[in-house]
C-alpha cells in the first residue's frame, strides 16, 4: 500500500476588525483579547467587522515532526480575496485575484509553535475570507 502524506488540520483561527489600509501582518493580539478579534474557522466565511477592505486572518500551529525538521507545504482551499500569508513575520505567498482559489505555499522547518497570517483585501461586493480547508502537509 503506498504511503501518504500526513496533514495537519488548522482550523481555528482569530480574524481582526477590517482595516482601510493593508494592516502589518504582525499586528500583537494581546493573550487576553476576547472581543475586538473573531474566533473563525477555516470554511465559514465572516463579513467584515467595520468599514474597510481588509483583514488578517491569523492562526497558531505545532507541524509534526516531518515537517518540523524538513518543511512541507500549507494549503489553503478556497481563499477568497486578494492577499498575502505569513508564517512567523515572513512573507511566503500571495493571491492576485478575488475569485476564489487555492493558494499553497512553503511552511519552512523549524521548532515549536508557528503563527500563520493571512492579509485578505475584500472586493466590497463579497466577504474575504477562507471558504475550505486549511491545512499543513509534508
Excluded: C, H, Y
Aim: glycine content about 14%.
Amino acid at each position: 500500500m503506498p504511503s501518504t502524506a500526513a496533514t495537519l488540520m488548522l482550523q481555528d483561527w482569530r480574524q481582526s476588525p477590517a482595516f482601510a489600509a493593508k494592516p502589518s501582518p504582525d499586528i500583537v493580539l494581546a493573550d487576553n483579547d476576547m472581543n475586538s478579534w473573531l474566533f473563525v474557522r477555516a470554511g465559514e466565511i465572516q463579513p467584515a467587522q467595520g468599514a474597510g477592505p481588509w483583514s488578517v486572518l491569523r492562526a497558531k500551529v505545532t507541524p509534526r515532526r516531518p515537517v518540523r525538521e524538513r518543511g512541507g507545504k500549507l494549503v489553503l482551499q478556497g481563499v477568497v480575496g486578494r492577499g498575502e500569508v505569513w508564517i512567523d513575520g515572513k512573507r511566503v505567498g500571495t493571491k492576485a485575484g478575488f475569485a476564489p482559489g487555492t493558494v499553497v505555499v512553503p511552511m519552512p522547518a523549524g521548532e515549536g509553535e508557528r503563527v500563520v497570517s493571512v492579509l485578505l483585501e475584500g472586493n466590497g461586493t463579497q466577504a474575504s475570507g477562507l471558504g475550505g480547508i486549511v491545512f499543513v502537509e509534508e
